[in-house]
């Protein structure tokens, strides 16, 4: 199983980026999919997360700012990033829990990070 994930990149104050993160190889079943972030000396913290049912959660610093999506059918999760600020300057990752296989248990599966940078 790979996550690939893209769209980072710079922009500035009050901008916008959207992150898209397939899943791919052997997968059963996906349930939750979200974004994490660690800034240079913190860390990692969840951003969002959706369930398969499309039940979402966010951080609260990016309420009302952020919206996550998923695609059920093909495994992609997408992170629409509005009135982006100088301290959403993070690497964002995605993560998948789901089964690969029917014998395995759900585990976290995590994407390689694309780094978002926000200029003030």
């Known amino acids: 199983v790979q996550l690939q994930a893209s769209g980072g990149g710079l922009v500035q104050s009050g901008g916008s980026l959207r992150l898209s993160c397939a899943a791919s190889?052997?997968?059963?079943?996906?349930?939750?999919m979200g974004w994490y972030r660690q800034a240079p000396g913190k860390l990692r913290e969840l951003v969002a997360s959706i369930t398969s049912g499309g039940i979402t959660d966010y951080d609260n610093s990016v309420q009302g700012r952020f919206t996550i999506s998923r695609d059920n059918a093909n495994d992609i999760v997408y992170l629409q990033m509005n009135s982006l600020k100088p301290e959403d300057t993070a690497v964002y990752y995605c993560n998948a829990n789901l089964r690969a296989d029917w014998r395995l248990k759900f585990s976290d599966y995590w994407g390689q990070g694309t780094l978002v940078t926000v200029s003030s």
């Open positions: 190889g052997s997968i059963v079943s996906t349930r939750s």
